[in-house]
């Protein structure tokens, strides 16, 4: 098997609440069809469903390494529909914060040999 590329499919309590809070933070949405939006920004890409199974999103995690981890964090932290976000610490390997999603899954958004 030659794998080349992998997209995950996020799962959604609200849709449209989901749909918005990834805009906030830097994603570009594409409408697929009413129960599935391709989200992007630069090479990256996944799949926001019109699905919602609480055990599934309350144990979702997604790393999203970004250059800059303050510029994420000040433009995370103003999203209106973020349920929590952490401090940024500081790792051996590089930065880190934590960001909750409106359908609880967790955003490991880190800044990779900082």
Known sequence: MDVIDIKTFIPSKNYDISKA???EIG???EYVNEDLTL????DCLFFLQR???PELAN???LQICVADIQDAFELCSRS???TKISSIEQQHWGSIFYLWGPS???????????
């Open 27 to 29: 994603f570009n949405a």
């Open 104 to 114: 609880g899954e967790l955003l490991h958004i880190t800044e990779l040999g900082s």
């Open 39 to 42: 989200f992007e920004n630069g």
């Open 59 to 61: 144990n979702f995690m």
């Open 80 to 82: 209106l529909h973020k």
């Open 51 to 53: 699905f919602y199974n």
């Open 21 to 23: 809070f990834y805009s």
